[in-house]
């Protein structure tokens, strides 16, 4: 028997996991964006008004992306709900302190290091 799994919602509609999973609770506790990589060599030899054009396209990009998986994620929350699972809203800013009692930030912060951490929380408010 299990209690309970941790995926996004377009996990769990195409794994089907609705199937054997009849309640979700929205936490909003992970954040995963997509990665541009590219070689810092090769980019610092384009003229300096390229490379502002590809800075500003993939800032504009990631921005997009997030209007994309927000839509997408309400589209799968009302597939889902047609399947029969229910979902829970839960209240965030206690699950962050519940969290902040834990090593889950800690170690989120360690992975990525102090200068993504405290990007990061420009955005989100103090984690942890």
Same mark, same amino acid.
């Given at each position: ?9 377009? &996990? ?15 936490? %909003?506790?992970?954040?995963? %964006? ?18 502002? &054009?590809?800075?500003?396209? &993939? ?19 009302? %597939? ?47 984690? %942890?």
């Amino acid at each position: 028997m299990v209690e309970g799994q941790e995926n996004p919602l377009a &996990i769990i509609s195409t794994a089907r996991l609705y199937e054997v999973q009849n309640s979700c609770s929205l936490t %909003g506790h992970v954040w995963d %964006g997509y990665w541009v990589l590219g070689n810092k060599r090769v980019f610092s030899t384009l003229p300096e008004d390229l490379q502002q &054009i590809v800075m500003t396209e &993939i800032d504009r990009s990631a921005l997009d992306q997030r209007g994309d998986i927000a839509r997408l994620n309400e589209t799968l929350r009302a %597939g889902l709900q047609t399947k029969g699972m229910g979902f829970v809203d839960v209240d965030r800013e206690a699950f962050r302190a519940a969290l902040a009692k834990t090593n889950f930030y800690a170690e989120w912060r360690t992975k990525y290091g102090n200068e993504a951490w405290e990007l990061l929380e420009r955005f989100s408010g103090k984690l %942890g």
